[in-house]
């Protein structure tokens, strides 16, 4: 089992920042993929930003060139670094942990007001 605890959302005007974090615990494989998808209300969950355990990314293009996604793998964790937020970013987000199968985050609500 892996458990999966998010942190950093909340309320932000447009055009600011915020960073998410997402550490895991449990039976943590070296070789894995951690991302970040997030649902908006009334939409389907979609991809943002995910990462292997070597450092290789990939991005939505509609956050690519804003958002970065890092990882510390020592301490098991990535983070979503989102700058230039506009409020269609708006949604509930979603870490996930890919090995042998797949984990997710409880969500972190993240608001980019107008």
């Known amino acids: 089992q892996v458990q999966l605890v998010e942190s950093g959302g909340g309320l932000v005007q447009s055009g600011g920042s915020l960073r998410l974090s997402c550490a895991a615990s449990g039976r943590i494989f070296s070789t894995n993929i951690m991302g970040w998808y997030r649902q908006a209300p009334g939409k389907q969950r979609e991809l943002v930003a995910l990462i292997t355990s070597s450092g290789s990314t990939n991005y939505a293009d509609s956050v690519r060139g804003r958002f970065i996604i890092s990882r510390d793998n020592a301490k098991n964790t990535v983070y979503l670094h989102m700058n230039s937020l506009k409020p269609e970013d708006t949604a509930v987000y979603y870490c996930?942990?890919?090995?042998?199968?797949?984990?997710w985050g409880q969500g972190t609500q993240v608001t980019v007001s107008s």
């Open positions: 996930k942990y890919s090995a042998l199968r797949d984990y």
